[in-house]
């Protein structure tokens, strides 16, 4: 399981290509599950949020689970906003994270059982 | 680097669009709609199978990469209407992603290609939680499909034409048509930085 702590901000240009280059890069190590801990980050603009959907879809395509965790307000407004909660399995706890990637499951269909 | 790039629109209105943005650019020679430096144009018709059937048989010697450019609609209001955005992560309706290495520099967004127009807003919501990508086109599949054939490296560039509740019914709008206009020069400009000897 891997566990990425972001901090700052992901916005158009250096930040948003370096986030997308380190998700292709454990993408490749192909690992039983993705969480990214994003309560460090204080920003996101529409390029970071369109690298995630983008690697959330192929992060399912191959199996792996990828899940949010504990994402500021001003982010999981965001998220709401553009409906983006609705495809993005985002969790409140870390320990409910890792539970719902060790179950392996790549749909986030099936959260409503599991959010907290 | 040797070659040209080939530009594939779905409408006249985008080549012209381009080809006014364009130095030196003139008309033909046929199949191409126009041509410039380094660079030719070809208008392939709307949807997959107008685009399958113009490009199926063009023969691509001395072409060394293949952009599609054109307009989306959107599935989520992450991205706002007039976006220029490279679709690097290309998804079938049968499930398949079509990833493309290249890179423009441009703001990126997957894409999902469907065989006609989606015009209401419940299908689009629909096709969001099913698929999960950001905007949809009836293109793009076809177009990734037929260049990896041919083993060319490709890209998918869009303009988002509009937002998921209020689907545009009319691609080009004096609106659209300013928008699309800025974005075929940002397109074109992101072309040349990548492409062309410095």
Redesign the interface.
Known sequence: MVVINVMGTIT?GES?KKF?DYLEKILQERPKGVIINMDKIDYVD??G???L??Y???Y??EKIPLALVNPRERILKLLT????E??FPIFEEMKDALKWCERGDSNP?SLSATRS | MNGKILIVTAHLKEAKLLAASLSGCVSGPLPYRYSAPGMVILVAGQGEESLRRSLVSLPLTGIRVLLLFGTAGSL?????PG?V?EC??V?TLE?D?L?SPLSLGL????ILAVPGPVIDPAER?EL??E????LVDMESGGFVKIVKERGLPWAVVKVVSDT?SEPDTFPFSVELDTLLRENARVFLGAVQEVFCDH
């Open positions: 158009l948003s997308s529409s390029t949020i369109g690298e959907v983008g959330l879809s192929r399912r395509d906003i553009t409906g983006l609705k495809v269909h | 989520t209001t992450v991205y706002a976006m955005l690097p992560w998804h499930g992603i990833v703001p990126r967004a997957s919501e969001f939680r698929h999960g990508t950001l998921p």
